[in-house]
């Protein structure tokens, strides 16, 4: 005996495909802004203010993209 289940699933319309995207967008930016803004920081710190925090001056930039955007 055979058995068929059918659903229907609601599709975005345009309109919510491109607020989706403009959401996308918008996060990205923001992300990229605050691994800029870390990036920045860090920098600014002396190597004895560095080595406080168990951060190289090599490792900045991991730490700020792990910071912005996650591992």
Known sequence: ???VNST???QKGL???????????????QARR???QT???LN????REL???GISRLGIVEVAREAAFGK
Do not use: C, F, Q, T
């Open 51 to 53: 080595a406080d925090l």
């Open 1 to 3: 005996m055979a058995y």
């Open 8 to 10: 229907r699933v609601a």
């Open 39 to 41: 990036v920045a920081e």
């Open 15 to 29: 309109l919510d495909r491109l607020a989706d995207l403009k959401d996308r967008v918008l996060a990205a930016i």
């Open 44 to 47: 600014a710190l002396s190597d």
């Open 34 to 36: 605050l691994y800029a």
